[in-house]
């Protein structure tokens, strides 16, 4: 009796996880997503001037999706025309480190998101009583980032006429959906980037050496897939507008070919794709020139596209 309890527990628990993954794949991702809010309060930190450029750490105040951090580098002083705006999606981190190394952008607003996440996910034990803290955060990333770009199309110095989504690693996971949310919202994002992303998220852990023991990748792969199915990439983009640059690494090993290979269908045309030799993107020392590449391939085709002025 015992072994037939146990099997009809097991199967019941399987029948209720297809009954989830049912649910979700028919429902429209939006649904799941919290709206963006607009006309939001902005504190403003005191400005650092370099280089050229005025860069200020700005914190919008969201009472119900929690504080929206960007960090806002403009040229200084500012040109009399408009700015084309490029949102940066980079890796864990603040906006501000992930848009430091965008050198002498020209005459644009760049504007760094900062995650609301941290950058280790596990640190002992007590993660696990925060995991319904992190699960709503992740969930509200695509209304944080839409309403920070909202923010920023509303400035005086902003071209509401050219605003460009930059996602780089991590960032090329959430773009989709930050976009889908964006342009429901009435947002109109004409440029897109996705470097160094792939599909389902899944497989992208389920490949991670960084998550280890293995067994673990193997166990959390279709449990990602099920929590964070309305923030897939593949479920927002074929009903993106714009155009698209795919950005890809030939050996890289984070994101498996069949995982580079999926986001990159799922993009809708018009898209442009360029493949880099190595590994993925990073920006320790070892692999400062790929990173350099890959700025000066997304500067060109930007510009080329008309979302930017040429340097």
């Known amino acids: 009796m ?3 309890a146990a099997i009809a527990v097991f199967l019941l628990l399987i029948g209720a996880i297809g009954a989830v993954i049912a649910w979700q794949a028919g429902r429209d991702p939006l649904s799941s997503l919290p709206r963006p ?24 105040h969201d009472g119900t999706r929690g ?25 864990l981190g603040t906006g501000e480190s992930n848009i430091r190394y965008l050198t002498d952008p020209g005459d644009v607003a760049i504007v760094g998101y900062d995650w609301p996440m941290p950058v280790r996910f596990y640190d002992g034990p007590a993660s696990f009583f925060r995991l319904a803290k992190l699960y709503r ?16 199309a509303d400035q005086p110095w902003a071209d ?11 960032g090329a996971l959430a773009a989709p959906a930050i976009e889908d949310v964006a342009e429901r919202d009435g947002q109109t994002i004409g440029w897109t980037i996705l470097a160094y992303g792939g599909a389902p998220f899944g497989a992208l852990v389920a490949a991670n050496p960084h998550v280890r023991p293995g067994w673990v990748r193997a166990l959390l792969a279709p449990i990602i897939d099920v929590l964070l199915a309305p923030l897939q990439p593949t479920r927002h983009l074929a009903g993106l507008s714009g155009r698209f640059l795919v950005l890809e690494g030939d050996d890289d090993t984070l994101i498996p070919a069949a995982a580079r290979a999926r986001l990159r269908d799922a993009v809708p045309q018009p898209k442009t794709i360029w493949t880099f030799d190595g590994d993925h993107i990073g920006v320790g020392p070892d692999k400062r020139a790929l990173l350099q590449q890959i700025i000066a391939r997304s500067r060109t085709w930007l510009a080329e596209q008309g979302a930017i002025d040429p340097s």
């Open 37 to 60: 809010h607009h006309g939001l309060a902005a504190d403003r930190a005191p400005p650092v001037l370099a280089g050229g450029r005025r860069l200020e750490h700005v914190v919008l």
């Open 67 to 91: 504080d929206i951090g960007i960090s806002v580098s403009l040229p200084d002083p500012l040109p009399t025309g408009k700015l084309p705006i490029l949102v940066v999606l980079g890796g």
């Open 2 to 4: 015992t072994r037939r």
């Open 137 to 152: 955060r992740l969930m509200a990333i695509p209304a944080q980032a839409s309403s920070a770009i909202d923010w920023a």
């Open 160 to 170: 509401r006429g050219r605003i460009s989504l930059l996602g780089f690693s991590l």
